[in-house]
């Protein structure tokens, strides 16, 4: 089973700064990457699939990067609604599984 | 736009029988596969398995045994089940609709929309 890593567990930012987010696969995983948000309560919610591409209805300071088996979320201009829980996923098609990250938490400073 | 109506929490017994639906507003079941997923308090995201319209199923080894996923085309929603619960299935139980892109580069997957969440809590 492929292991994903995320990193920072936790990391500390300010409003209208720039954070990147990395998750790191044991096997290449071309571009089959998705990332969620979730914040406090709330399911979580697609914001890039296919590594890079953007959900409809996310605002474009999420990036995503990366392919093979080091990606990387990164949030530009930092918002208050942005602190919340993220989480890298795969999802393989034979065999059918999905695993996710363990997940980065974006907090305050 | 398609959206997923779970039902509300539950509290159960160990050894009782979990039984949860997930209802498909706005689309069909067709053509797609719908996953269970579950987030125990305070950790991350389990994956439990995934069914498909004409019941194909799949499911997370460390779970098989114990779950069944379903679907019911006449009332456009989908089911779990999990019998025998213990403890360590405290959890809030979510599902979602399985989409996939097939272009260049490979294919790709990822889950949208989620349902609202159903907390589930297994204690004597």
């Known amino acids: 089973e492929i292991v994903m890593t995320q990193s920072p567990e936790i990391v500390s930012v300010s409003v209208g700064e720039r954070v990147t987010l990395s998750c790191r696969t044991s096997e290449n995983i071309r571009s089959n990457l998705a990332w969620y948000q979730q914040s406090p309560g709330q399911a979580p919610r697609l914001l890039i699939y296919g590594a890079s591409t953007r959900a409809n209805g996310v605002p474009a300071r999420f990036n995503g990067s990366g392919s093979g088996t080091d990606f990387a979320l990164t949030i530009h201009n930092l918002q208050a609604e942005d602190f919340a829980l993220y989480f890298c996923?795969?999802?393989?098609?034979?065999?059918?599984?999905?695993?996710f990250g363990q997940g980065t938490k974006l907090e305050s400073k | 736009q398609v959206q997923l109506q779970q039902s509300g929490a539950r509290v159960l017994r160990p050894s009782e029988t979990l039984s949860l639906t997930c209802v498909v507003s706005g689309g069909s079941l067709s053509g797609h596969y719908w996953t269970w997923i579950r987030q125990p308090p305070g950790k991350g995201l389990e994956w439990i398995g995934e069914v498909k319209e004409s019941g194909g199923t799949n499911y997370n080894s460390s779970l098989r045994g114990r779950v069944l996923l379903s679907v019911d085309m006449s009332m456009n929603q989908f089911s779990l089940s999990l019998k025998s619960v213990t403890a360590a299935d405290t959890a809030v139980y979510f599902c979602?609709?399985?989409?996939?892109?097939?272009?260049?580069?490979?294919?790709?997957?990822?889950?949208?929309?989620w349902g609202q969440g159903t907390p589930v809590t297994v204690s004597s």
């Open positions: 996923h795969l999802y393989n098609n034979w065999p059918r599984h999905a695993t």
């Open positions: 979602a609709r399985v989409s996939f892109d097939a272009a260049v580069g490979g294919l790709k997957f990822w889950f949208d929309p």
